[in-house]
């Protein structure tokens, strides 16, 4: 039987996602496999692990400019060498894991359980396989410590390949695949009955607006585009997604009935039906991280993208703007006419749904497992 240990970080959904994504396709479509998943982090620490997330998040949402700091600094000077070291303590204990499970493959969605392995590979303390995948659509240094010691190397696309080939990786390591993708995603939908289910019509253009998980909400930006779509757009249909903000819900609710709207505008407040809405959908807003990006260009659908976090955010975004699939909302913009003069031209709407399914890959979480595990055994 072949063990697999498979590792991710809380910092983000996008590196559960992408390591659950991958368990799930083995365990499907793989007979004697074991695979086990595991956040690197809370297993060595807990209370390290809830500091450290709870920092990310605040950082990243309410001090934006101070994470754009840590991001870029962490690429190389001091801050990268703390990081490094505190990796290579931190492996100490994760060691301790890696020989109890004793793997054939380990598979890592974070940059630091990617260094510990790699550290304990140069030690010769494990030697088995190791296949690190990158979970955004530009790399960061940190992936790449230790790279000499890592067997596989997953990426977005063909560009982020020749990058790293850049850095001294062979190319036979490094494999445009993909950001791995919940199969969900390959599944066909009734969208006449998605559409009801969410009190919308068949046959009208439809947004879906993920304006949760924003820090900007203060700055009016959120609210103005959402005001921006009711007033100007009346004949789409804008189904939003709140997330965990009961207040910006509030307000959206009220703004929605004092311009007796209902028909056409819905709010959520949450949803664990992404796959099915973004069926029924022509056009995403959005912030560009790596998981909803990936979800958003299997759909086909172009991307208005809205308040990325500096750093990993801000390079998906510029990506998808280079790849003519996104059109970046930022902070001058003036929202009106920049949605008007995306919506009065049918054709450039069109050439962006084309480019993002051909920049999609759908079947990325196959191919990595057929790179690391050969043809798929029938279960």
């Given at each position: 039987m072949k063990k697999i240990l498979i590792f991710y970080g809380s910092y983000g959904a996008g590196h559960l996602s992408a390591a659950r994504s991958i368990k799930e396709y083995i365990d499907n479509n793989y007979k004697n496999t074991k695979t086990e998943i595991v956040d690197c982090?809370?297993?060595?620490?807990?209370?390290?692990?809830?500091?450290?997330?709870?920092?990310?998040?605040?950082?990243?949402?309410?001090?934006?400019?101070?994470?754009?700091?840590?991001?870029?600094?962490?690429?190389?000077?001091?801050?990268s060498k703390i990081s490094n070291a505190s990796n290579k303590i931190m492996s100490i204990k994760l060691n301790k894991l890696i020989h109890e499970f004793n793997?054939?493959?380990?598979?890592?969605?974070?940059?630091?359980?990617?260094?510990?392995c790699g550290i304990l590979k140069q030690k010769g303390k494990i030697n088995c396989k190791i296949a690190t995948v990158l979970t955004d659509y530009a790399p960061h240094n940190q992936w790449l410590v230790h790279s000499d010691y890592i067997d596989y190397f997953f990426v977005a696309h063909y560009g982020m390949k020749k990058s790293l080939e850049g850095t001294g990786i062979p190319a036979s390591k490094v494999f445009a695949t993909g950001i791995p993708l919940s199969n969900r995603?390959?599944?066909?939908?009734?969208?006449?009955?998605?559409?009801?289910?969410?009190?919308?019509?068949?046959?009208?253009?439809?947004?879906?607006?993920?304006?949760?998980?924003?820090?900007?909400?203060?700055?009016?930006?959120?609210?103005?585009?959402?005001?921006?779509?009711?007033?100007?757009?009346?004949?789409?249909?804008?189904?939003?997604?709140?997330?965990?903000?009961?207040?910006?819900?509030?307000?959206?609710?009220?703004?929605?009935?004092?311009?007796?709207?209902?028909k056409n505008v819905k709010v959520l407040s949450f949803t664990d039906k992404v796959p099915e809405l973004m069926s029924v959908s022509?056009?995403?807003?959005?912030?560009?991280?790596?998981?909803?990006?990936?979800?958003?260009?299997?759909?086909?659908?172009p991307i208005i993208v809205i308040n990325p976090i500096p750093g990993q955010e801000e390079e998906n975004a510029k990506f998808l703007e280079d790849?003519?699939?996104a059109i970046w909302l930022k902070k001058d913009d003036d929202i009106k006419?920049?949605?008007?003069?995306?919506f009065n031209s049918p054709y450039a709407l069109k050439d962006m749904k084309i480019r993002a399914r051909l920049l999609a890959k759908k079947n990325s979480t196959r191919d990595i497992c057929q790179v690391l595990l050969g043809e798929e055994s029938s279960k």
């Open positions: 982090i809370e297993y060595i620490n807990k209370l390290l692990n809830k500091v450290t997330t709870k920092t990310y998040d605040e950082l990243s949402k309410k001090a934006p400019w101070a994470w754009e700091k840590v991001y870029t600094k962490s690429q190389s000077g001091p801050l793997p054939d493959l380990i598979i890592s969605t974070h940059p630091f359980s990617t260094q510990m995603f390959l599944a066909h939908y009734n969208k006449k009955e998605i559409l009801k289910s969410v009190g919308l019509e068949p046959g009208k253009k439809t947004v879906l607006f993920f304006a949760g998980g924003s820090s900007h909400y203060a700055s009016g930006n959120i609210y103005e585009i959402f005001e921006s779509f009711i007033e100007s757009f009346p004949n789409m249909q804008l189904l939003t997604i709140t997330g965990r903000s009961p207040k910006l819900k509030k307000h959206f609710d009220e703004l929605v009935e004092v311009t007796d709207t209902g022509d056009l995403v807003i959005t912030k560009p991280g790596g998981l909803t990006t990936t979800e958003s260009l299997a759909s086909g659908l790849q003519k699939v006419q920049k949605l008007t003069d995306l």
